[in-house]
DNA sequence: TCATGTGAAGGAATTCACAGCG
DNA sequence: CGCTGTGAATTCCTTCACATGA
Protein backbone atom coordinates (compact mmCIF):
# COMPACT_ATOMS: atom_id res chain seq x y z
CA UNK A 1 0.00 0.00 0.00
CA UNK A 2 1.05 3.57 -1.11
CA UNK A 3 1.15 5.99 1.64
CA UNK A 4 2.60 9.34 1.90
CA UNK A 5 4.27 10.53 5.23
CA UNK A 6 4.13 13.69 6.60
CA UNK A 7 6.74 16.51 5.86
CA UNK A 8 8.71 15.40 7.98
CA UNK A 9 11.98 14.11 5.86
CA UNK A 10 15.37 14.41 7.39
CA UNK A 11 17.35 16.78 5.10
CA UNK A 12 20.24 14.28 4.49
CA UNK A 13 17.24 11.71 2.86
CA UNK A 14 16.33 14.46 1.05
CA UNK A 15 20.22 15.34 -0.44
CA UNK A 16 20.21 11.28 -2.14
CA UNK A 17 16.41 11.49 -3.31
CA UNK A 18 18.15 13.16 -6.37
CA UNK A 19 20.37 9.89 -6.77
CA UNK A 20 18.16 7.38 -6.42
CA UNK A 21 15.41 9.38 -8.65
CA UNK A 22 18.61 9.54 -11.53
CA UNK A 23 19.34 5.93 -10.72
CA UNK A 24 16.28 4.42 -11.49
CA UNK A 25 15.83 6.23 -14.72
CA UNK A 26 18.98 5.00 -15.53
CA UNK A 27 16.94 1.52 -14.59
CA UNK A 28 14.33 2.69 -16.72
CA UNK A 29 16.27 3.64 -19.65
CA UNK A 30 17.96 -0.19 -19.43
CA UNK A 31 14.43 -1.75 -19.83
CA UNK A 32 14.89 -2.81 -16.29
CA UNK A 33 10.88 -3.14 -14.60
CA UNK A 34 11.83 -3.99 -11.20
CA UNK A 35 14.64 -3.73 -8.99
CA UNK A 36 15.63 -4.43 -5.26
CA UNK A 37 16.90 -2.03 -2.08
CA UNK A 38 20.43 -3.73 -3.08
CA UNK A 39 20.43 -3.21 -6.61
CA UNK A 40 19.02 1.06 -6.14
CA UNK A 41 21.35 1.08 -3.55
CA UNK A 42 25.01 -0.08 -5.90
CA UNK A 43 23.65 2.35 -8.24
CA UNK A 44 23.49 5.11 -6.09
CA UNK A 45 26.24 4.90 -4.00
CA UNK A 46 24.66 4.12 -0.52
CA UNK A 47 23.68 0.92 1.68
CA UNK A 48 20.97 -1.32 1.15
CA UNK A 49 19.72 -0.33 4.45
CA UNK A 50 19.91 3.33 4.10
CA UNK A 51 18.26 2.88 1.27
CA UNK A 52 15.27 1.11 2.68
CA UNK A 53 15.30 3.56 5.85
CA UNK A 54 15.10 6.80 3.71
CA UNK A 55 12.55 5.51 1.60
CA UNK A 56 10.31 4.74 4.70
CA UNK A 57 10.21 8.18 5.83
CA UNK A 58 8.33 9.05 2.36
CA UNK A 59 6.20 6.03 2.70
CA UNK A 60 6.10 2.61 1.27
CA UNK A 61 6.32 1.61 -1.69
CA UNK A 62 7.79 -1.80 -2.54
CA UNK A 63 6.38 -5.12 -2.82
CA UNK A 64 7.72 -7.33 0.58
CA UNK A 65 9.53 -10.45 -1.04
CA UNK A 66 9.88 -8.83 -4.36
CA UNK A 67 11.21 -5.41 -5.20
CA UNK A 68 10.16 -2.01 -6.36
CA UNK A 69 8.92 -1.04 -9.68
CA UNK A 70 10.91 1.11 -11.31
CA UNK A 71 8.29 3.60 -12.99
CA UNK A 72 6.31 4.12 -10.17
CA UNK A 73 9.08 4.50 -7.51
CA UNK A 74 10.24 7.00 -9.82
CA UNK A 75 7.15 8.75 -9.64
CA UNK A 76 7.13 8.50 -6.29
CA UNK A 77 10.00 10.06 -5.94
CA UNK A 78 9.72 12.66 -8.49
CA UNK A 79 6.28 13.96 -6.90
CA UNK A 80 8.35 14.14 -3.36
CA UNK A 81 10.80 16.18 -4.71
CA UNK A 82 8.35 18.65 -6.42
CA UNK A 83 9.35 18.02 -10.00
CA UNK A 84 6.17 17.99 -11.57
CA UNK A 85 5.69 21.36 -11.30
CA UNK A 86 7.68 23.86 -13.12
CA UNK A 87 10.32 25.73 -11.73
CA UNK A 88 10.84 29.09 -12.97
CA UNK A 89 14.89 30.06 -13.08
CA UNK A 90 16.72 32.87 -13.15
CA UNK A 91 20.49 33.17 -13.39
CA UNK A 92 22.73 36.05 -12.33
CA UNK A 93 26.12 36.85 -13.62
CA UNK A 94 26.58 35.51 -17.30
CA UNK A 95 30.41 35.10 -16.90
CA UNK A 96 32.25 31.42 -18.25
CA UNK A 97 29.95 29.71 -15.67
CA UNK A 98 26.49 31.74 -16.03
CA UNK A 99 26.84 30.49 -19.72
CA UNK A 100 27.61 27.01 -19.01
CA UNK A 101 24.55 27.32 -16.50
CA UNK A 102 22.47 28.81 -19.10
CA UNK A 103 23.20 26.27 -21.83
CA UNK A 104 23.58 23.07 -19.76
CA UNK A 105 21.03 20.75 -21.54
CA UNK A 106 19.74 18.33 -19.45
CA UNK A 107 18.07 20.61 -16.59
CA UNK A 108 17.83 16.66 -14.23
CA UNK A 109 15.42 15.88 -16.94
CA UNK A 110 13.35 18.51 -17.20
CA UNK A 111 10.93 20.19 -14.36
CA UNK A 112 13.21 23.31 -14.28
CA UNK A 113 13.01 26.40 -17.11
CA UNK A 114 15.80 29.03 -17.40
CA UNK A 115 13.55 31.56 -18.01
CA UNK A 116 15.71 34.84 -17.24
CA UNK A 117 19.80 35.92 -17.63
CA UNK A 118 21.33 38.91 -16.25
CA UNK A 119 24.51 40.77 -15.52
CA UNK A 120 26.06 43.67 -14.48
CA UNK A 121 28.60 44.18 -17.52
CA UNK A 122 27.49 45.75 -20.85
CA UNK A 123 29.36 43.53 -22.67
CA UNK A 124 26.64 40.86 -21.98
CA UNK A 125 23.54 42.56 -21.41
CA UNK A 126 21.46 42.89 -24.53
CA UNK A 127 23.21 39.55 -25.52
CA UNK A 128 21.11 36.59 -26.56
CA UNK A 129 22.32 33.35 -24.08
CA UNK A 130 20.57 29.90 -24.78
CA UNK A 131 17.59 31.60 -26.48
CA UNK A 132 17.13 34.61 -23.64
CA UNK A 133 18.16 37.93 -23.69
CA UNK A 134 20.55 38.99 -21.08
CA UNK A 135 19.27 41.98 -18.70
CA UNK A 136 20.72 44.29 -16.41
CA UNK A 137 20.79 42.99 -12.92
CA UNK A 138 19.74 46.22 -11.72
CA UNK A 139 16.10 45.36 -13.16
CA UNK A 140 16.07 42.03 -11.11
CA UNK A 141 13.20 42.51 -9.13
CA UNK A 142 10.98 43.63 -12.06
CA UNK A 143 12.44 40.42 -14.40
CA UNK A 144 11.12 38.06 -11.13
CA UNK A 145 8.21 39.54 -10.94
CA UNK A 146 7.36 39.65 -14.24
CA UNK A 147 8.88 36.11 -15.58
CA UNK A 148 7.14 34.78 -12.22
CA UNK A 149 10.71 33.48 -11.36
CA UNK A 150 10.48 31.02 -8.32
CA UNK A 151 14.60 29.74 -8.41
CA UNK A 152 17.60 32.07 -8.68
CA UNK A 153 20.83 30.76 -9.25
CA UNK A 154 23.77 33.26 -8.48
CA UNK A 155 27.15 32.73 -10.35
CA UNK A 156 28.79 36.00 -9.46
CA UNK A 157 32.06 36.83 -7.41
CA UNK A 158 31.57 37.07 -3.51
CA UNK A 159 31.18 40.76 -3.45
CA UNK A 160 28.08 41.34 -5.36
CA UNK A 161 26.85 38.15 -4.16
CA UNK A 162 24.92 39.27 -1.15
CA UNK A 163 23.47 43.04 -2.70
CA UNK A 164 21.90 40.81 -5.45
CA UNK A 165 20.54 37.86 -2.50
CA UNK A 166 18.90 40.38 -0.97
CA UNK A 167 17.20 41.98 -3.72
CA UNK A 168 16.28 38.40 -5.22
CA UNK A 169 14.52 37.73 -1.64
CA UNK A 170 12.97 41.08 -1.72
CA UNK A 171 11.43 40.09 -4.74
CA UNK A 172 9.84 37.26 -3.24
CA UNK A 173 12.21 34.54 -4.36
CA UNK A 174 12.25 32.03 -2.23
CA UNK A 175 15.27 29.55 -3.16
CA UNK A 176 18.63 29.99 -4.07
CA UNK A 177 21.76 28.26 -5.79
CA UNK A 178 24.66 30.13 -5.24
CA UNK A 179 27.83 29.48 -6.71
CA UNK A 180 29.56 32.19 -5.03
CA UNK A 181 32.10 31.29 -2.02
CA UNK A 182 30.20 33.33 0.86
CA UNK A 183 27.87 32.09 3.14
CA UNK A 184 24.91 34.22 2.66
CA UNK A 185 22.53 36.13 5.00
CA UNK A 186 19.32 35.11 4.36
CA UNK A 187 15.93 35.22 6.00
CA UNK A 188 14.74 31.83 8.03
CA UNK A 189 12.27 31.02 5.24
CA UNK A 190 14.67 31.16 2.44
CA UNK A 191 16.76 27.97 1.53
CA UNK A 192 20.37 28.21 -0.04
CA UNK A 193 21.97 25.58 -1.71
CA UNK A 194 26.13 26.39 -2.14
CA UNK A 195 28.32 24.77 -4.25
CA UNK A 196 31.77 26.03 -3.92
CA UNK A 197 33.98 24.59 -6.08
CA UNK A 198 36.95 25.92 -4.83
CA UNK A 199 36.15 24.47 -1.41
CA UNK A 200 35.72 21.20 -2.77
CA UNK A 201 39.27 21.15 -4.65
CA UNK A 202 40.77 22.46 -1.46
CA UNK A 203 38.88 19.45 0.33
CA UNK A 204 40.42 17.29 -2.08
CA UNK A 205 43.51 18.73 -1.24
CA UNK A 206 43.39 17.90 2.32
CA UNK A 207 42.90 14.29 1.46
CA UNK A 208 45.98 14.43 -0.66
CA UNK A 209 47.65 16.03 2.31
CA UNK A 210 46.74 13.41 4.82
CA UNK A 211 47.77 10.72 2.61
CA UNK A 212 51.22 11.77 2.17
CA UNK A 213 51.49 12.58 5.49
CA UNK A 214 50.61 8.71 6.68
CA UNK A 215 53.97 7.70 4.36
CA UNK B 1 50.89 27.09 22.45
CA UNK B 2 50.36 25.61 18.73
CA UNK B 3 50.34 22.30 18.18
CA UNK B 4 48.74 20.53 15.04
CA UNK B 5 46.67 17.36 16.03
CA UNK B 6 47.07 13.61 14.87
CA UNK B 7 44.83 12.91 11.53
CA UNK B 8 41.87 12.43 12.92
CA UNK B 9 39.57 15.31 12.14
CA UNK B 10 35.82 14.81 11.76
CA UNK B 11 34.86 15.11 7.14
CA UNK B 12 32.52 17.78 8.56
CA UNK B 13 34.75 19.34 10.01
CA UNK B 14 36.88 19.64 6.57
CA UNK B 15 34.04 19.90 4.64
CA UNK B 16 33.96 23.72 6.40
CA UNK B 17 38.08 24.55 6.44
CA UNK B 18 37.56 26.32 2.97
CA UNK B 19 35.05 28.70 4.70
CA UNK B 20 37.01 29.73 7.53
CA UNK B 21 39.87 30.05 5.10
CA UNK B 22 37.84 32.22 2.96
CA UNK B 23 35.92 34.21 5.65
CA UNK B 24 39.58 34.88 7.40
CA UNK B 25 41.60 36.20 3.76
CA UNK B 26 38.45 38.32 3.10
CA UNK B 27 38.79 39.68 6.82
CA UNK B 28 43.00 39.93 6.30
CA UNK B 29 42.01 41.90 2.97
CA UNK B 30 39.79 44.32 5.32
CA UNK B 31 42.27 44.98 6.87
CA UNK B 32 41.71 43.23 10.54
CA UNK B 33 43.61 41.23 12.20
CA UNK B 34 42.64 40.06 14.98
CA UNK B 35 39.27 38.52 15.27
CA UNK B 36 36.94 36.31 17.60
CA UNK B 37 34.86 32.77 17.10
CA UNK B 38 32.04 34.86 17.13
CA UNK B 39 32.68 36.96 14.01
CA UNK B 40 34.73 34.32 12.37
CA UNK B 41 31.53 32.23 12.74
CA UNK B 42 29.17 34.74 11.57
CA UNK B 43 31.04 35.45 8.68
CA UNK B 44 31.37 31.21 7.96
CA UNK B 45 27.87 30.65 8.37
CA UNK B 46 28.15 28.41 11.30
CA UNK B 47 27.73 28.36 15.42
CA UNK B 48 30.64 29.96 17.20
CA UNK B 49 30.64 27.05 19.53
CA UNK B 50 30.87 25.05 16.13
CA UNK B 51 34.03 26.68 14.70
CA UNK B 52 36.08 26.74 18.41
CA UNK B 53 35.16 22.72 17.89
CA UNK B 54 36.12 22.33 14.67
CA UNK B 55 39.37 24.50 15.35
CA UNK B 56 39.61 22.38 18.32
CA UNK B 57 40.52 19.78 16.25
CA UNK B 58 43.39 20.90 14.13
CA UNK B 59 44.99 22.38 17.26
CA UNK B 60 44.93 25.18 19.51
CA UNK B 61 45.21 28.34 17.99
CA UNK B 62 43.93 31.14 19.50
CA UNK B 63 44.75 33.55 23.08
CA UNK B 64 41.82 33.33 25.81
CA UNK B 65 40.19 36.59 26.21
CA UNK B 66 41.73 37.99 23.01
CA UNK B 67 40.72 35.93 19.85
CA UNK B 68 42.78 34.64 16.74
CA UNK B 69 45.40 36.31 14.89
CA UNK B 70 43.80 36.43 11.45
CA UNK B 71 46.93 36.30 9.66
CA UNK B 72 48.19 32.96 11.73
CA UNK B 73 45.15 31.37 11.84
CA UNK B 74 44.45 31.20 8.05
CA UNK B 75 48.28 30.12 7.69
CA UNK B 76 47.20 27.46 9.85
CA UNK B 77 44.62 26.31 8.01
CA UNK B 78 46.05 26.64 4.76
CA UNK B 79 48.98 24.21 5.79
CA UNK B 80 46.48 21.81 7.45
CA UNK B 81 44.43 21.78 4.03
CA UNK B 82 47.53 20.97 2.42
CA UNK B 83 47.69 23.93 -0.28
CA UNK B 84 51.16 25.05 0.74
CA UNK B 85 51.75 22.29 -2.09
CA UNK B 86 50.94 22.68 -5.67
CA UNK B 87 48.29 20.42 -7.07
CA UNK B 88 48.28 19.86 -10.52
CA UNK B 89 45.05 19.52 -12.73
CA UNK B 90 43.58 17.96 -15.40
CA UNK B 91 40.06 18.59 -16.54
CA UNK B 92 38.74 15.99 -18.54
CA UNK B 93 35.54 17.42 -20.67
CA UNK B 94 35.72 20.60 -22.58
CA UNK B 95 32.23 21.16 -22.86
CA UNK B 96 30.00 24.09 -21.38
CA UNK B 97 31.33 23.43 -18.00
CA UNK B 98 34.90 22.30 -18.70
CA UNK B 99 35.41 25.44 -20.35
CA UNK B 100 34.16 27.63 -17.61
CA UNK B 101 36.35 25.28 -14.51
CA UNK B 102 39.79 25.80 -17.52
CA UNK B 103 38.67 29.71 -17.07
CA UNK B 104 38.24 29.88 -13.66
CA UNK B 105 40.48 32.80 -12.69
CA UNK B 106 40.92 32.16 -8.83
CA UNK B 107 41.31 28.74 -8.30
CA UNK B 108 41.09 29.34 -4.21
CA UNK B 109 43.68 31.61 -4.59
CA UNK B 110 46.53 29.26 -6.00
CA UNK B 111 48.03 26.06 -4.79
CA UNK B 112 45.82 24.63 -7.60
CA UNK B 113 47.46 25.20 -11.68
CA UNK B 114 45.22 23.23 -14.87
CA UNK B 115 48.27 21.66 -16.54
CA UNK B 116 46.41 19.64 -19.05
CA UNK B 117 42.71 19.15 -20.64
CA UNK B 118 41.14 16.35 -22.26
CA UNK B 119 38.23 15.80 -24.37
CA UNK B 120 37.02 13.08 -26.99
CA UNK B 121 35.48 15.60 -29.60
CA UNK B 122 37.88 16.28 -32.41
CA UNK B 123 35.94 19.69 -32.40
CA UNK B 124 37.98 20.35 -29.54
CA UNK B 125 40.98 18.42 -29.78
CA UNK B 126 43.57 20.98 -30.66
CA UNK B 127 42.37 24.02 -29.77
CA UNK B 128 43.49 26.28 -27.00
CA UNK B 129 41.62 26.86 -23.83
CA UNK B 130 42.96 29.10 -21.30
CA UNK B 131 46.59 28.99 -22.79
CA UNK B 132 46.41 24.67 -22.62
CA UNK B 133 45.94 22.98 -25.58
CA UNK B 134 43.46 20.24 -25.34
CA UNK B 135 44.44 16.85 -26.13
CA UNK B 136 42.34 13.64 -26.50
CA UNK B 137 40.99 11.60 -23.77
CA UNK B 138 42.51 8.28 -25.06
CA UNK B 139 45.76 9.68 -24.09
CA UNK B 140 44.14 10.03 -20.77
CA UNK B 141 46.98 7.84 -18.65
CA UNK B 142 49.91 8.90 -20.92
CA UNK B 143 49.56 12.61 -19.83
CA UNK B 144 48.91 12.25 -16.48
CA UNK B 145 52.24 10.84 -16.34
CA UNK B 146 53.84 13.83 -18.12
CA UNK B 147 52.51 16.50 -16.04
CA UNK B 148 52.66 14.82 -12.88
CA UNK B 149 48.66 15.39 -12.72
CA UNK B 150 47.66 14.53 -9.34
CA UNK B 151 43.78 15.72 -9.04
CA UNK B 152 41.44 15.46 -12.19
CA UNK B 153 38.51 17.26 -12.54
CA UNK B 154 35.69 15.09 -14.54
CA UNK B 155 32.93 17.42 -16.73
CA UNK B 156 31.62 14.96 -18.74
CA UNK B 157 28.10 12.94 -19.20
CA UNK B 158 27.79 10.66 -16.57
CA UNK B 159 27.85 7.31 -19.39
CA UNK B 160 31.45 8.30 -19.78
CA UNK B 161 32.61 9.14 -16.86
CA UNK B 162 33.08 5.77 -14.95
CA UNK B 163 35.42 4.51 -17.71
CA UNK B 164 37.44 7.74 -17.29
CA UNK B 165 37.45 7.49 -13.69
CA UNK B 166 38.92 3.99 -13.83
CA UNK B 167 41.34 5.13 -16.40
CA UNK B 168 42.20 8.26 -14.33
CA UNK B 169 42.48 6.16 -11.37
CA UNK B 170 44.86 3.58 -13.18
CA UNK B 171 47.14 6.41 -14.21
CA UNK B 172 47.10 6.80 -10.27
CA UNK B 173 45.20 9.69 -9.22
CA UNK B 174 43.77 9.45 -6.06
CA UNK B 175 41.98 12.56 -5.99
CA UNK B 176 38.73 13.21 -8.26
CA UNK B 177 36.23 15.78 -8.51
CA UNK B 178 33.34 14.79 -10.59
CA UNK B 179 30.20 16.68 -11.79
CA UNK B 180 28.76 13.96 -13.36
CA UNK B 181 25.82 12.99 -11.89
CA UNK B 182 26.76 9.32 -10.95
CA UNK B 183 27.85 7.61 -8.42
CA UNK B 184 31.46 6.42 -9.28
CA UNK B 185 32.79 2.69 -8.29
CA UNK B 186 36.71 3.98 -6.84
CA UNK B 187 39.03 1.94 -4.71
CA UNK B 188 38.78 2.68 -1.32
CA UNK B 189 41.84 4.91 -1.13
CA UNK B 190 40.44 6.98 -3.76
CA UNK B 191 38.72 9.93 -2.93
CA UNK B 192 35.87 12.19 -5.26
CA UNK B 193 33.74 14.66 -4.81
CA UNK B 194 30.60 15.65 -6.48
CA UNK B 195 29.04 18.37 -7.78
CA UNK B 196 25.81 17.90 -8.90
CA UNK B 197 23.64 21.02 -10.12
CA UNK B 198 20.69 19.09 -11.54
CA UNK B 199 20.62 17.80 -7.59
CA UNK B 200 20.97 20.76 -6.05
CA UNK B 201 18.42 22.45 -8.03
CA UNK B 202 15.90 19.16 -7.33
CA UNK B 203 16.71 19.88 -3.05
CA UNK B 204 15.80 23.30 -3.76
CA UNK B 205 12.40 21.83 -5.53
CA UNK B 206 11.54 19.45 -2.68
CA UNK B 207 11.91 22.66 -0.08
CA UNK B 208 9.38 24.68 -2.58
CA UNK B 209 7.33 21.61 -2.82
CA UNK B 210 7.40 21.61 1.26
CA UNK B 211 6.57 25.09 1.64
CA UNK B 212 3.47 25.09 -1.13
CA UNK B 213 1.97 21.70 1.09
CA UNK B 214 2.37 24.03 4.12
CA UNK B 215 0.02 26.48 3.36
C1' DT C 1 10.73 -18.01 1.22
C1' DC C 2 12.50 -13.55 0.32
C1' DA C 3 13.16 -8.63 0.34
C1' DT C 4 10.85 -4.81 2.47
C1' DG C 5 10.09 -1.82 6.33
C1' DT C 6 11.32 -0.52 10.94
C1' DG C 7 12.25 -0.44 15.99
C1' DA C 8 16.52 -0.55 18.47
C1' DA C 9 21.38 0.08 18.78
C1' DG C 10 25.30 2.42 17.63
C1' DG C 11 27.99 6.23 15.93
C1' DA C 12 28.72 10.94 14.39
C1' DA C 13 28.02 15.69 14.62
C1' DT C 14 26.26 19.67 16.97
C1' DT C 15 25.17 22.31 20.90
C1' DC C 16 25.63 23.35 25.63
C1' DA C 17 27.85 25.27 29.40
C1' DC C 18 31.68 26.03 31.95
C1' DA C 19 36.54 25.26 33.26
C1' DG C 20 40.88 27.31 32.14
C1' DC C 21 44.01 30.71 30.94
C1' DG C 22 45.85 34.97 29.27
C1' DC D 1 37.17 39.72 33.17
C1' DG D 2 36.58 37.77 28.41
C1' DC D 3 37.08 34.44 25.07
C1' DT D 4 39.00 30.15 24.01
C1' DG D 5 39.00 25.20 24.37
C1' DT D 6 36.54 21.11 25.66
C1' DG D 7 34.07 17.41 28.36
C1' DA D 8 29.15 16.32 28.66
C1' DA D 9 24.61 16.29 26.87
C1' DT D 10 21.83 16.31 23.06
C1' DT D 11 20.36 15.74 18.56
C1' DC D 12 20.87 13.76 14.20
C1' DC D 13 22.16 10.13 11.13
C1' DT D 14 23.47 5.43 9.99
C1' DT D 15 23.65 0.61 10.66
C1' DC D 16 21.90 -3.55 12.49
C1' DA D 17 18.91 -7.31 12.63
C1' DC D 18 14.58 -9.15 12.49
C1' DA D 19 9.46 -9.04 12.36
C1' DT D 20 6.24 -8.57 8.65
C1' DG D 21 3.64 -9.64 4.87
C1' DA D 22 3.27 -10.46 -0.17
New interface residues.
Given amino acids: MVELSD ?1 T ?1 PAAT ?2 R ?3 Y ?3 LRDLAAEGVGLTSSTELAE ?3 VSSAQLRKDLSYLGSFGTRGVGYDVESLASYITV ?4 E ?1 E ?1 R ?1 AIVGI ?3 G ?3 A ?2 S ?4 R ?2 QVVALLDASSDVVGTRVADVTVEHVRGVAEVIQRERV ?2 VVLALP ?1 NVAQDVADAVVGAGV ?4 SFA ?4 QVPD ?1 V ?1 V ?1 S ?20 L
Avoid: K, W
Wanted: glycine share 14%.
Fill in positions: GVVGLPYLRARSGALGLTHLGNLHALNYGYATGFSMGREILPVALDVRVDVGGELQILAFHAATRAAA
